[in-house]
C-alpha cells in the first residue's frame, strides 16, 4: 500500500474587519494585526462610530510603534460613544472627576470632625490636669501640641495628630 502525504495548506482566518466588511484579507491588511478574527466586536463598534475608511488612515497616517495604541483609544472612545453619544469618554472623566470631588468633600469633613473631636479631648485633658487651654487661636493650640511635657503624649498617643497633613487637607 502506498502512503499518500497531502501537503497541508494553512487555513488563514481572515481579520475581524475583512470578514466584517466582506472583503479577502491580503498577508499586508492594514486591519489585521489590530483586529483579530477572534474580536469582532473591536471593530464593529469603532466601524459604527468612526467608519472603516477612517480607520485605515487613521492608522496608516501613523508610525508602526503607535499604530496598536492607537486603536485601542479608538475602540474604548467608540465604546464610550455608543454608551454617550454627545460626551462619549468626556463624559465619564466628568462623572468620575465629580465623584473625586465629592469624595475629597467627604474626606475634609471627617477629618473637621476628628480634628474637633481631638480639639475636645485636648481641652477635657487640659481641665483634668487643671492646665489652661484657649480655643481662641491656632498658635495656642500648637504650642499645646509642641509642649515639653512628655506626660501628654505618651499618655493617650490617640490625641496625638500631624497638624501640618490636617490643616493642609482641611484647607486645601
Not at 485601542?72 to 454608551?83: C, D, K, L, P, T
Request: a negative charge.
Amino acid at each position: 500500500m502506498a502512503s499518500h502525504h497531502s501537503t497541508s495548506c494553512p487555513v488563514v482566518t481572515p481579520c475581524a474587519a475583512c470578514k466584517i466588511l466582506r472583503r479577502k484579507c491580503a498577508d499586508s491588511c492594514t486591519f489585521a494585526p489590530h483586529f483579530p478574527p477572534d474580536e469582532p466586536s473591536k471593530f464593529i463598534m469603532a466601524h459604527r462610530v468612526f467608519g472603516a475608511s477612517n480607520i485605515m488612515k487613521f492608522i496608516q497616517e501613523l508610525p508602526e510603534s503607535q499604530r496598536a495604541d492607537a486603536v485601542s483609544s479608538m475602540v474604548y472612545e467608540a465604546n464610550a460613544r455608543i454608551r454617550d453619544p454627545v460626551y462619549g469618554s468626556a463624559g465619564a472623566i466628568f462623572q468620575l472627576q465629580n465623584q473625586v470631588n465629592e469624595l475629597q468633600a467627604q474626606l475634609a469633613k471627617a477629618q473637621a470632625e476628628v480634628f474637633n473631636i481631638q480639639s475636645q479631648h485636648a481641652a477635657l485633658f487640659c481641665i483634668e490636669t487643671g492646665r489652661s487651654f484657649q480655643t481662641s487661636s491656632q498658635q495656642s493650640f500648637d504650642g499645646f501640641i509642641t509642649s515639653s511635657d512628655e506626660s501628654f503624649e505618651s499618655s493617650d498617643p490617640s490625641l496625638y495628630i500631624d497638624q501640618d497633613s490636617l490643616w493642609d487637607t482641611i484647607w486645601a
